[in-house]
């Protein structure tokens, strides 16, 4: 339902309420109670003697609080404290309120009187239990059971009750409309952002978002913690409406947004948060692969030939994952050689197959425990309760992005550089003349570096920066993941080491632009499949990225076979039209064309720490209705090391950072 609908409703509440009756009861004209707005005015004057309340209820989402506040508030003035009254007053006061006619005003709760507490006690807890379930009562029991209620004073229950109602409505309105904590769960950012990073998104920069579901839970997201249900309703919509604000998105600027190949999400409360994977699209195509490779016998192939491989260098023995990757990647090419065009050329068959188990079945595959699970079905999200992410825009509508070996160009032109931004590298013939353990201990202390692995469960290690691959005497082979000056330090101190950009698969921009014009072979079909935008006939990557333009609200782009996979979200999905495809021609909503209008504009979002991040390589473009905010600074950060104690996980330096 259109929240357009109950703000109608609120219009006519008063009438069918017909408070004109009741008016003058209580010391006002009729005629109040006749006047758009002003009747909510004297209404909540009457009730609580707080007239001014009646603005929060241009709120959405607040709207409906407010709603129950002023008819409970109405219904006591009048003596009405019971606790079916108090039911009927939250969810259908029109019976009660047509009574309120023959019914007079009396005088407000005599707190010295048991009497008169007694009538309205379950009342109170109701109303207390409705703000906060279960919670709200543990805080008041607490509270309650150190300062015991006093003759003459209100109830605990009933100072609670108000005070965490209004606590709630407070908050509500300032983290959806003003400023909203934010944590940092991943590595994307590092090392401009840290996990453990809790900081503050500015909703005021961009202009704040009306929520698109506003009935929901209190200061959650989209998931009620512990339960593990979700937290809001859709009985009221909105359609996408954005506040004015101080400015628009900028190219730099480090923004949070709503992830947008979030729409629907696979939902298993065992896990984190309730959720198997945000990226259901992504798990959609992984889940095609497995059950293709499944079906010829990779992992026995994949055992056979790592087998083969330690048999003929047992040294490896000590670098299982090394072994692992090689034999991966032999058993993955030599199937795709014979049987790669079954995969490819039936793409959707094998799609719809991992559908029916992920959506039917409920299964799916747990790569942490290696074996297939039983989760709790699909579920969709509705675009403001998407999963936040954060990532720094590089690209603004109408810029043209293109990545080549690593290096992002915007409009042709290297693309700035944040200070603290990761690029990955090889390192060859670096100089150790010391054991691994004091290694690792120089590059910590002398450059702030913490490897991937550590021995003996070393305190750091969390982070990687680096990776050790070989280590030959007094040289080392390493891969890094350097901000410039660190790069720029460790040059200057180890002038023998030779720093080269990492670029996957060694496919450099030139020979990527060949294989678009010549075709793909099977295997680079099934690579192309993991990035934006997942079609067999793009070849994207991390390090290398085919030139494209951003798209701006009420532009036109002519669709053509082989750009439409960049455009086939937007028009679905993001703009909600349909698409059908047939024969090379474009049929949206129910008419044949060859051009698309955008109906928004759009964005391209990546991590700073380029290598370990899933960003818009992945998902492609980010609309503006996703834009949630600017994150702009850093209040609190702690280590995310369980060892370490309150005080010593604290990062002093990082409080109150502005990010930039």
Request: some cysteine; charged content about 20%.
């Amino acid at each position: 339902m259109n929240v357009l609908y109950f703000y109608l409703f609120l219009f006519v509440h008063p009438y069918l309420a017909m408070w004109w009756t009741s008016f003058e009861k209580a010391g006002r004209k009729s005629w109040e109670a006749l006047i758009p707005g002003y009747n909510y005015y004297v209404a909540f004057k009457i009730g609580i003697n707080k007239p001014w309340w009646s603005l929060l209820m241009i709120f959405p989402g607040i709207h409906i609080w407010m709603w129950a506040v002023v008819n409970v508030s109405y219904i006591r003035k009048f003596g009405r404290y019971s606790w079916q009254d108090t039911l009927q007053g939250i969810f259908f006061p029109y019976l009660l309120m047509a009574k309120l006619k023959d019914s007079e005003v009396i005088a407000p709760t005599n707190w010295a009187n048991p009497k008169d507490v007694e009538t309205r006690r379950i009342g109170d807890h109701i109303v207390l239990f409705l703000a906060v379930p279960f919670l709200g009562h543990v805080v008041a029991f607490i509270f309650g059971f150190f300062s015991k209620d006093k003759t003459g004073q209100k109830s605990t229950y009933k100072e609670w009750g108000d005070t965490i109602l209004f606590a709630l409505i407070a908050a509500s309105i300032i983290r959806t409309y003003v400023f909203e904590p934010f944590q940092i769960p991943t590595g994307s950012m590092e090392k401009t952002l840290l996990v453990g990073d809790f900081l503050f998104v500015n909703k005021l920069a961009y202009g704040s978002k009306v929520p698109v579901t506003p009935v929901s839970f209190p200061l959650v997201h989209n998931n009620i913690p512990f339960i593990n249900v979700k937290s809001y309703s859709d009985i009221e919509t909105i359609n996408y409406t954005r506040m004015p604000g101080l400015g628009k998105v900028k190219r730099n600027d480090v923004v949070v947004f709503n992830y947008p190949s979030g729409d629907t999400a696979v939902f298993d409360p065992r896990m984190p948060y309730g959720l198997m994977g945000h990226d259901y699209h992504g798990i959609l195509i992984d889940e095609s692969e497995r059950m293709f490779f499944q079906k010829y016998g990779r992992d026995a192939f994949m055992r056979s030939i790592a087998d083969s491989i330690v048999t003929s260098n047992p040294a490896l023995r000590n670098t299982p994952n090394q072994v692992y990757e090689i034999a991966y990647k032999n058993a993955t090419s030599r199937i795709m050689a014979s049987k790669g065009s079954e995969f490819i050329d039936h793409l959707d068959f094998w799609k719809a197959k991992a559908r029916k188990m992920l959506a039917v079945d409920k299964l799916a595959m747990d790569h942490r425990e290696g074996r297939i699970i039983k989760h709790f079905g699909l579920i969709y999200r509705p675009v403001d309760k998407r999963e936040n992410y954060i990532k720094r825009c590089v690209g603004i509508p109408g810029d043209k992005l293109e990545i080549i070996n690593s290096i992002l160009y915007i409009n042709g032109s290297k693309a700035f550089i944040a200070e603290n931004q990761n690029l990955q590298y090889k390192v060859s013939n670096f100089q150790n003349t010391g054991s691994s353990s004091s290694f690792i201990n120089m590059m910590y202390e002398q450059y702030g570096l913490e490897p991937t692995d550590t021995p003996n469960n070393d305190v750091r290690g969390w982070r990687g920066d680096y990776s050790i691959l070989s280590d030959n005497g007094n040289t080392l082979e390493l891969e890094m993941n350097l901000t410039l000056s660190e790069l720029r330090k460790l040059k200057h101190d180890f002038p023998n080491a030779k720093f080269a950009l990492n670029v996957p698969n060694k496919k450099d921009f030139k020979s990527r632009l060949q294989a678009h014009k010549t075709g793909f072979n099977m295997v680079e079909k099934l690579e192309n499949l993991r990035y934006f935008p997942r079609d067999v006939n793009h070849g994207n990557s991390v390090a290398n990225f085919e030139k494209i333009t951003i798209p701006v609200k009420g532009s036109v782009v002519t669709l053509t076979t082989k750009n439409i996979a960049l455009y086939r979200r937007i028009i679905t999905a993001y703009e909600g039209h349909t698409l059908v495809e047939k024969n090379g021609k474009f049929i949206i909503d129910g008419k044949a064309t060859t051009t698309y209008k955008f109906d928004m504009n759009y964005y391209w979002l990546m991590g700073d720490n380029r290598y370990n991040s899933a960003d818009s390589r992945f998902w492609g473009f980010v609309p503006e209705d996703h834009i949630v905010g600017k994150a702009s600074v850093v209040w609190l950060s702690k280590s995310p090391l369980s060892n370490l104690n309150f005080f010593t996980n604290i990062r002093y330096d990082r409080i109150l950072k502005f990010i930039k």
